[in-house]
């Protein structure tokens, strides 16, 4: 089963329906009670940083889901469940994140904020998620924040470019895997990376 973490931080339902479709038996999290039989965990989010780490924090679900990574347990973060998992943002200045990445959520530069819309993922050689559609792909994406690593030492980058920056969209290390784009929302690109991670995972 795959436990979907409700903290009141946006894109549960859509998320919800995806791996429906894609018939996965999946189930709502919503405390540390609820996490039996989840073999997966899904951290969604839209919002903002400093909101949802207090609410992790508040749920007592914040120290479950570091050990639950550090056990190298499967977990996907989406968008802002991605930049959770850094240590801080500049979105919130004083809050701190789970720190199982090293690094930090930077403003993009330049009017166009927040970046809204398709943009391609270009995927490194030993990332298994699209090899079969080659090289790159193009994903929806909907932030105004974006992940700026310390070290990338072990983990696997797909590289996106927005504003004259290039920054990573996806991280993989271990059993994490974070992407800064939405796959529920990404059509079938999205559809098979999901699946995929179900499967590889």
């Keep these: 089963m795959i436990g979907v973490i409700d903290y009141g931080a946006g894109n549960l339902h859509s998320v919800l ?3 429906e479709y894609l ?3 999946c189930g709502v999290v919503k405390g540390p009670g609820d ?3 989840a073999e997966k965990l899904i951290l969604p989010g839209v919002g903002h940083f400093g909101a949802a780490a207090r609410e992790l924090c508040k749920r007592r679900l914040d120290s479950f889901l570091c ?3 550090a056990d190298k347990r499967p977990i996907l973060g989406i968008c802002l469940g991605l930049q959770l998992f850094l240590y801080r943002s500049e979105e919130a200045t004083g809050v701190r994140g789970l720190g199982v990445l090293s690094g930090q959520a930077r403003l993009f530069p330049g009017p166009k904020v927040p970046q809204i819309g ?3 993922v270009e ?3 030993g990332l298994p998620l699209l090899r079969e559609q080659g090289c790159s792909s193009y994903f929806y994406f909907l932030h105004s924040y974006y992940l700026e690593l310390d070290c990338t030492d072990g983990i696997e980058i797909g590289w996106s470019e927005y504003n004259g920056v290039c ?3 996806l991280v993989m290390k271990d059993k994490l895997l974070g992407v800064q784009f939405h796959p529920e929302k990404s059509g079938s ?5 999901l699946e995929k991670w179900v499967n590889l995972c």
């Design 35 to 37: 996490f039996k039989g």
């Design 17 to 19: 329906r995806a791996l």
């Design 23 to 25: 018939q996965v038996h």
């Design 189 to 193: 690109a999205g559809l098979k990376l």
């Design 67 to 69: 050990q639950w990574i």
């Design 123 to 125: 995927m490194g050689k």
């Design 167 to 169: 920054y990573p969209s």
């Design 118 to 120: 398709w943009n391609q």
